[in-house]
């Protein structure tokens, strides 16, 4: 560490498909993280950013009726190569989608999220989680630990690939939405519900242990969806935040701005606030899904920094 960007060596750039910046992942002492790029995908301006005023009703109408299209923005999914295993940080989006058993069992939801996300053409390989784990030497038939945010279908749709993972999730996801993934993936989606006890972190009253040896967690951080988790790595060189769809780049964090598809507004703001208090007691990497920067920003061990957000409150929508 730090790894080169490869977008500032252009002679390596054809040997590094862009599914696949790192190809040779990124070392943390003796645990290596590789960023995969399952594809993009366009939202609406308002789903990518709503305003703090509008309530959940007003968020999703505007969402859902907004036309003007965002650039393609990634989904990434974190392999986590840990001396106890492999971890998996959300399964990505696959491809076409939606799938044509989802289009069966679902249709009504396979043409709403049709039209809430445009999956982007995926060019002559789809980059699903399996293409991009077999690049790896990883078997997408073996059994694999997948850890997931939220039950949204960008970050659960490549499980449909992954025949032997071993999913788990936070308990109020289940409770939730669990009926909409079972209609998305079938029966088959059987994942283990976690639920969350003390927490060592100040700024986290609750948290998850992962690993054995106490590096790995999960973070509540509701309020993009009830249950929705961060992952936490900690590594010797900085806290590795995978926040999910919390918000949807850093730049939102840093001015306290959410998605459109928020459930809760209050929540949201509330667990943006802890990642915020955390990275002032810790030096934090924080990396979202749908964040173009966020592979280069780990390559380069990028911290939050604090004095990006001051003068910038977190609007609390319980405030008068
Ligand atoms: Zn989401």
Redesign the pocket.
Known sequence: MPVPNPSEHPADASAQPVALPFPEGLRFGDTTVYPLRCGDLRVSRNHAEASPEWARNQRLLRTALDWRWTAPVPVWSWLIAHPEGDWLVDAGQAFPFPSPAMRRRDPLGAALNRWLVRQQDSGTEPPSVDHLLRRLDRDPHAPIRVLLT?L?I??VDGLQHLPQAEVAVHGACLRRSFGAAIRHLGPAFRPKALEAGASPFKAFEKAIPISARGDLWMLPTPG??PGHCSVLLRTAEADLFFA??LSFNLDQLQRGRWPG?ADNRQTNAQSMRRVRRHARLFPTVYLPTHDPDAARRLARLQHLQAHHWEGQAVPDPDSP
């Open positions: 939220h949204h960008d970050h993009h969806t999910g769809d598809i």
